[in-house]
């Protein structure tokens, strides 16, 4: 059962990196630095639950416990980019665009998903009447209740009568 959790949140943060690139290629919204780090979030969890289902079953539960970090690491990046970013004329030297531009080098290995094209201000768009980042917000906060289901959540058991 934990596994089939896991495999449900690493589904939902592939679609919201599709979501981010339709976005970004598509309807023409360039991401800021901290819409980055949240991809980068975002692809680190899925691909740490989708590792779970290379291992055995207690080291599943660590999985979830890293999905349940990782998930609270994306809710106060948002928060962030919601309170403090966007309202600031560059993201340049935040901690975002720090350790995506200078410390993993990731916007110039794979610009098409890490590329820093905006500033936090310019990012700050809605969708549905919404801002951007309170969706992220508000997914970051469903994967953290589903990997919490996940970690502590109780197993199916097969029990044998008789």
């Keep these: 059962m934990t596994q089939s959790r896991l495999n449900l949140i690493a589904l939902l943060c592939l679609l919201a990196l599709a979501v981010a ?8 919204m360039p991401p800021c630095a901290w819409c980055v780090l949240q991809r980068l979030i ?12 290379l291992v055995p079953g207690a080291i599943k539960r660590m999985m979830a416990l890293l999905s349940f970090a990782l998930s609270i690491a994306g809710i106060v990046a948002a928060w962030y980019q919601h309170t403090v970013a966007s309202e600031m004329v560059s993201c340049d030297r935040t901690f975002a665009d720090i350790f995506m531009s200078r410390t993993t080098g990731l916007d ?12 936090c201000m310019d990012a700050k768009v809605s969708v549905f009447g ?22 502590f959540g109780k197993t199916q058991r097969t029990s044998r009568l008789g």
């Design 108 to 119: 110039g290995l794979a610009p098409w998903l890490f590329g820093i094209y905006a500033t």
């Design 21 to 28: 690139l339709v976005s970004q290629h598509v309807f023409n």
């Design 130 to 151: 919404v801002e951007y980042v309170l969706w992220a917000l508000l997914l970051f906060v469903v994967l953290l209740v589903l990997s919490g289901y996940a970690l």
């Design 42 to 53: 975002l692809l680190v969890i899925a691909g740490v639950c989708l590792l779970g289902n």
